[in-house]
């Protein structure tokens, strides 16, 4: 099994900034994947932001430059780096990883999301 565990949300002004961690642990082989995604309520979930082994950064069209994720690859770790949050940043932001387990078996892992609100 892999398990994932977020921190780092909670409440912040509008024009503040946020760091959101996850880490990934469990019997792990390879992750070909790790990426943030967000619900909002009455949403559907949606992409941060993605780094896919050996690819660039994938965005969310609304992030434009506010947001940075990066990886620690040794760690199975990645950051979310959220600058300039704005109350429509509301949502839970759950964390994502594609894995190859020890077994050989490749499976999508999600965390158990954590609340990021912005207010006004």
């Known amino acids: 099994q892999v398990q994932l565990e977020e921190s780092g949300g909670g409440l912040v002004q509008s024009g503040g900034s946020l760091r959101l961690s996850c880490a990934a642990s469990?019997?792990?082989?390879?992750?070909?994947?790790m990426g943030w995604y967000r619900q909002a309520p009455g949403k559907q979930r949606e992409l941060v932001a993605a780094?896919?082994?050996?690819?660039?950064?994938k965005y969310g069209e609304f992030v434009k430059g506010r947001f940075t994720m990066s990886r620690d690859n040794a760690e199975y770790r990645v950051y979310l780096q959220m600058n300039s949050l704005e109350p429509e940043d509301t949502a839970v932001y759950y964390c994502?990883?594609?894995?190859?387990?020890?077994?050989?078996?490749?499976?999508?892992?999600w965390g158990q999301g954590t609340q990021v609100t912005v207010s006004s």
């Open positions: 780094i896919p082994t050996g690819e660039p950064t």
């Open positions: 469990g019997n792990i082989f390879m992750i070909n994947s």
């Open positions: 994502n990883a594609d894995v190859v387990t020890g077994g050989g078996l490749q499976s999508d892992y």
